[in-house]
């Protein structure tokens, strides 16, 4: 069965309801001749007049009253699809999904679009290195904010920032005092490290082996959050990415000796998703501080 040309039923249940094909057109945006033409087309697949005209302007005949309902419900619900896709344009609508191997920068970032685009959907997931990289090679987030991706493919990679990694502690624990620490001063000591599928417990490990220095008493924790509360709470010492959550003055710092490099944070994105409204505007407001061009 051929289908029939949706503007033949938007424009007769706009004539219809506006009572004049001019009125109709101004509501459509097209030209008065379109709406006539588009209302005629409907009456020959229906085979019967729809619009009479009369003094009063256009009425509906009694084959138009039995069409009309359902063509009203077509062109409003017609509009409402245009008004949904100006909103998602326009992002006063939409949704965006967000996966990071640490909190910050990501919460940052996500803050600053939360308040420019409010009305926007924002999942953001807290995932170990090794998902992440798996998540954005699946296509399951439309943006990622990873420290040193790697095996991604075609994808869109910016470096937002770059860090070396510290030893955490509270002011009151015995070695906050030190300029800077070895691994083999931690030999003695209680150290939290995140899961083994982390890009942290990955670079640790390697110092390990590189320098033969085996830390003895680790902790292994699911994420960040949990590694930092353990270190406020007296637990151990933390070994973190600087800048990888929100600073705190009940935490002190000092750096490692054997780990003098430093490692890129980037913001990721699929090349399938580059005209996403939403993704693009995340990554411009994210550059943004750094006066950085997408």
Known sequence: M????PYHV?????????????????????????????VAALEREVGAPLLIRDRKGLELTRAGQRFYELAERYATLDQLIAERIEDFATLEAGHLSIIANSPRPALQYMERFRHRFPKVEIDFTLESWTDSMRLIREQRADIGIVTEPRGLGDCYI????????????????????????????????????????SFTFRIVSEKQRDTGIVLERVIQTANFPVMKEAVLHGVGVGIFLEDSMHPSDRLVTVPIREMPETYATCIVRRNDRKTMRAVRSFIELALEPSGLAA
């Open 10 to 38: 938007t424009a007769f249940a706009y004539a219809a309801r506006e009572g004049s094909f001019s009125r109709a057109a101004q509501r459509m945006g097209v030209s008065q001749s379109a709406v006539s033409q588009h």
């Open 158 to 197: 910016r470096e937002v920032s770059r860090h070396g990694y510290r030893i955490y502690m509270r002011p009151d624990y015995p070695l906050a005092g030190a300029a800077a620490l070895s691994l083999a001063d931690l030999r003695e000591e209680t150290v939290l490290l995140p899961e083994p599928g």
């Open 2 to 5: 051929a289908r029939t040309n």
